[in-house]
């Protein structure tokens, strides 16, 4: 496997925006979990982890996205995945994951699901 992993932070309209590209697993995990609490999630907000750039990911990177969620529920805020690839999102259905993170066909959808629900 390959180490390579590119976390990207911006803020998006309802809060942290995480893009990852590459592979997510045991060793680049830690470059993910790193980021959470640099990020300054405020209660309310949104965060957001934009997979579409993601090529792999392995038990340890399902780890990462149940650790963010986590983060994310800690500052009372919300969590969505965005673009996530067809063989994520299949992992994520089957290990029933999908009743925790809502998701989305973009980040920016993610963004306007959050303003529909703050009205």
Do not use: C
Not at 1 to 21: D, F, P, Q
Not at 96 to 117: K, R
């Amino acid at each position: 496997m390959s180490k390579y992993l590119t976390v990207r932070v911006r803020t998006g309209t309802a809060g942290a925006v995480i893009e990852l590209t590459g592979e997510l697993d045991h060793h680049t995990a830690a470059d993910v979990r790193d980021t959470l609490p640099g990020l300054g999630l405020q209660p309310g907000q949104q965060l957001v982890l934009d997979l579409a750039g993601l090529t792999f990911l392995d038990s340890t990177g399902l780890t990462v996205l149940i650790a963010a969620r986590n983060h994310a529920l800690a500052t009372d805020a919300t969590i969505a995945l965005a673009a996530v690839p067809d063989r994520v999102s299949r992992i994520i259905r089957v290990l029933g994951l999908n009743q925790f993170f809502p998701t989305h066909p973009t980040a920016q959808d993610a963004d306007t699901a959050w303003q529909s629900e703050q009205r």
